[in-house]
């Protein structure tokens, strides 16, 4: 410890020891730009921090038990924020619901093991071969963080931007999403873009684009029943029917939204269509 100008000034040993965090985490912290050395040394490279810098490290323990990640909390501090405020607690409040919906489903299926029951498995509805209509369509794309945005943003921007352009709904009434990623994110954004078959045309506005979807004379469809993150059982059943009928992808699958977080208690009742478009091989 030293003093300059009636400045306490602590080493990055005595800073950590303080705090209870190690000297490695500040340095990490250091590199991310969340928690700067007040000073560092030209010749000796020591670091040194200041007594303000103890309350902020605080905020950051606090943030970080509360389960926010390092670079949200940067994002307060850039902001001039001391602490999250709105938009970014509500993330973090319909994360940690679906992360106890998850403990949940964790348990039962645990306790279904221990018993040495069968394992519950999702039931799949049977597979029906579709044609799908050709349709106007109006259409709104974005990259999103995860499908719990996307259920705030379609009765919300999308919704409100459609409005705006002059869009009327047909009927019958047709929405669906398709996912234009080509591979897993591990930042797990998802490139979405929003159908929504219409009566007309109109002109294209910086976030609704208009366009004719051709006819589909052979989709292959299922539902699927519950959590999204349950997808892949879903999706070993219509690879398994592509390749044992000979059938292969055409175009992006449709994914269409039956009911959801917007109309049911329990994520295990959400049911969710997904429409392929094939071609025979």
Known sequence: MTMSKNKIKLTIGEFSKINNISAKTLRHYEKIGLLIPFERDSSSGYRYYVVEQIEQMSRIIYMKKLGFALEEIKEVFEKGQQLPEGAMIDRRLMSLCREKQLISWQEKELKNLKACKKTQIQKMSKIELKSLPEIKAACFRKTIKSYDELFELIPGEVFSQMQ????????????????????????GELDIEYFQAVKELKDDTDAIKFKTLRRVETAVCISHKGSYDLLNKTWSEVFAYLENNGYALAAHPRFVYIDGVWNCEREEDWLTEIQCPVVKR
């Open 164 to 187: 705006k352009a002059g869009c009327e709904c047909a009927e019958p009434d047709y929405c669906f999403t398709i996912d234009h990623n080509k591979g897993f994110s591990e930042s």
